[in-house]
């Protein structure tokens, strides 16, 4: 599996038109600019606000109330019809940009922690560490791993 990329099937409840047009609901809402055909949806662009009073930072359709679409470069979806009235959804999300906030988040913390003193350093070791998970797990285990799948899960379901 490629780092930068992670990929997802799940199966749908509905058709591929109404699926196809649910998904692309959902990328309206959550501010995804698109293109699409008549078995795939591609991003061109995902939102990128700069600061928190932008409301791309936030959505209302996942418990936790940010937009995890903000934490990925791209998507592509695409549709592959079943022999019921069904289709598989496929879907391949770019997480390059998560990657370059992960780096981004860890040199911080990385340069906070050269800056103790030396008797501080179990104090930022710690820090240091915590951080660097927390800002890994949130990033990568639960706005893309777990929101954004779950959210297109949501509107694909009967």
Do not use: H
């Amino acid at each position: 599996m490629n780092f930068l990329t992670t990929s997802y099937k799940i199966t749908s409840d509905f058709d591929e038109s109404t699926t196809l047009q649910q998904i692309k609901d959902l990328f309206s809402y959550e501010s995804v600019k698109f293109d699409y055909g008549p078995d795939f949806i591609n991003s061109i662009s995902t939102p990128f606000p700069l600061l928190n009073i932008d409301t791309r930072n936030y959505s209302r359709l996942n418990w936790f109330g940010i937009n995890p679409f903000k934490y990925i470069s791209s998507i592509f979806i695409s549709l592959r019809s079943t022999d019921q009235d069904n289709c598989i959804v496929e879907i391949q999300i770019n997480q390059t940009r998560a990657i370059l906030l992960f780096c981004f988040a860890a040199t911080i913390l990385l340069s906070i922690f050269l800056y103790m003193k030396q008797s501080d350093l179990l104090f930022g070791s710690i820090i240091f560490a915590v951080g660097v998970f927390g800002t890994y797990f949130y990033i990568f285990k639960l706005c893309i791993r777990n929101l954004i799948k779950k959210e297109i899960n949501r509107v694909i379901k009967a």
